[in-house]
T-cell receptor, first 110, second 116 residues
Framework: AQRVTQPEKLLSVFKGAPVELKCNYS??????LFWYVQYSRQRLQLLLRHISRESIKGFTADLNKGETSFHLKKPFAQEEDSAMYYCALLLKTSYDKVIFGPGTSLSVIP | GAGVSQSPRYKVAKRGQDVALRCDPI?????LFWYQQALGQGPEFLTY????????KSGLPSDRFFAERPEGSVSTLKIQRTQQEDSAVYLCASSLAGLAITYEQYFGPGTRLTVT
């Protein structure tokens, strides 16, 4: 069955420290993964997608098919990174159906 | 350049009441999704429209839930005889995507439904 797991509900790090938000997936097809972010009192928005191999706001994520993981990383956390982060998996159906993980709340301590 | 809008933003309903939640997608967006987000959870897929066609309603939790998009733009999610377990944030998202093309989903602010 297709599934996205994020083992940490809450993660606290100090400003300037590295941060890693974990995401694992279960999918029989070729995975396409995303990270969405929701800042306080804002709507859910796309942060990055693995096919773009991009770095957004200093965040990167590498797809590891062997470990079925797509962890989100940033070398130096900033206070403005505090938010809810959701890992998401695209299912290769006839349309772009996406399933979301339960989310990790990141708190960056000044 | 308005984004996706949803109304009402908050709705309190007594158990057994019917509610209707509205979504205005970004103009020209073919795809429209509804999600249910319970407290402390990620968004859970409810249903998908491509223009006016409802192509997937596999996520609707019961026959009390009904969605429509009659003219391929505005969509309404209706919940009949609301129950306490229906309390959640209902998110709408739209995208340019047609069949099997990956585009970003743009989310609305959500409607927080509380059933008392």
């Amino acid at each position: 069955a297709q599934r996205v797991t994020q083992p940490e509900k809450l993660l606290s790090v100090f400003k300037g420290a590295p941060v890693e938000l974990k995401c694992n997936y279960s999918y029989s097809g070729s995975p396409e993964l995303f990270w969405y972010v929701q800042y306080s009192r804002q709507r859910l928005q796309l942060l990055l997608r693995h096919i773009s191999r991009e770095s957004i706001k200093g965040f990167t994520a590498d797809l590891n098919k062997g470990e079925t993981s797509f962890h989100l990383k940033k070398p130096f956390a900033q206070e403005e990174d505090s938010a809810m982060y959701y890992c998401a998996l695209l299912l290769k159906t006839s349309y772009d159906k996406v399933i979301f993980g339960p989310g990790t709340s990141l708190s960056v301590i000044p | 350049g308005a984004g996706v809008s949803q109304s009402p933003r908050y709705k309190v309903a007594k158990r057994g009441q019917d509610v209707a939640l509205r979504c205005d997608p970004i103009s020209g967006h073919v795809s429209l999704f509804w999600y249910q987000q319970a407290l402390g959870q990620g968004p859970e897929f409810l249903t998908y429209f491509q223009n006016e066609a409802q192509l997937d309603k596999s996520g609707l939790p019961s026959d009390r839930f009904f969605a429509e998009r009659p003219e391929g733009s505005v969509s309404t999610l209706k919940i009949q005889r609301t129950q306490q377990e229906d309390s959640a944030v209902y998110l709408c998202a739209s995208s340019l995507a047609g069949l099997a093309i990956t585009y970003e989903q743009y989310f609305g602010p959500g409607t927080r439904l509380t059933v008392t």
